[in-house]
């Protein structure tokens, strides 16, 4: 199980820089690079233009007004068709089958850099990522600081979604702009050795350090080593947590020496 409480930077994934949180997202990846005047201005112009709408998630509802929606915002958000019906909580997968067999991409990009492949990825939606990976997008394109798709997955322990995006050829050796973090540092980082040994079968690389400088094993040793900094002592959780911590050290220091 994910523990959100190990770094006190990490309460920043649940919300946006922009003061705005997108809906049905488990994890929120924050913006932490400042939009520049002229940025900022552009997307409140682009905001004002965009008529708020609303549709009934059905397939008969967007098969009769799929031409006037098909690559559009369709509300303040810059959302696409796909964006809402991802968000939808009983989405139609045959829906999502339809809008793609009609040219819509999984890869558009709304207003908080975010794709509908990486909402239904981040949402641990499998069967909507599978559906995006049979038109075979680009599995790396990332959101908000350079955040990935695996990345995301990893941060919030989708086992299945995981192997997807490994099976489609995403990168284990991406590192975001906020921590310099790989797929496997962001594991470490839940104390998720389910996920940690997921990706070590899949021959993540050992070697990649952060923006502290640390290797995956490093940052495992200094979260074991650092117990009081990560965690509420209160927590009844504490000893599963640390038990999981020393369980990757051990995991990695072995392979790491090879």
Not at 111 to 128: C, L, M, N, Q, W
Not at 179 to 184: D, E, I, Q, S
Not at 239 to 246: G, L, T, V
């Amino acid at each position: 199980m994910a523990n959100t409480k190990q770094l006190p930077s990490l309460f920043l994934l649940f919300c946006l820089a922009n003061t705005c949180m997108l809906p049905a997202m488990p994890v929120e990846v924050p913006n932490n690079k400042a939009d520049n005047k002229e940025a900022l201005s552009d997307k409140k112009a682009k905001i004002k233009k965009c008529k708020p709408w609303t549709f009934i998630h059905t397939l008969e509802s967007v098969k009769k007004d799929l031409a006037k929606i098909a690559g559009k915002e369709l509300n303040q958000a810059g959302d696409s068709i796909l964006h809402l019906v991802c968000d939808s909580p009983d989405y139609d997968i045959d829906l999502i089958v339809l809008l793609l067999q009609a040219g819509e991409s999984p890869l558009c990009i709304n207003y908080f850099g975010k794709t509908p492949f990486f909402e239904a990825v981040s949402r641990g939606d499998h069967d909507i990522v599978q559906a995006f990976l049979e038109v075979k997008p680009s599995v790396d394109l990332a959101g908000p600081n350079k955040v990935t798709p695996m990345h995301i997955a990893c941060l919030n322990g989708h086992a299945s979604i995981i192997c997807l995006l490994i099976a489609a050829g995403a990168s284990l050796k991406a590192q975001d702009a906020l921590y310099g973090w790989t797929p496997l540092h962001w594991a470490i980082s839940q104390s998720n050795i389910f996920i940690v040994e997921i990706l070590l079968a899949a021959n993540t690389p050992l070697d990649i350090k952060d923006l502290e400088n640390r290797t995956p094993l490093q940052l495992a040793e200094h979260m074991l080593n650092n117990r009081n900094k990560f965690d509420d002592d209160s927590d009844d959780d504490l000893e599963p947590c640390y038990d999981s911590r020393q369980e990757i050290v051990d995991l990695l220091q072995p392979v790491e020496k090879k």
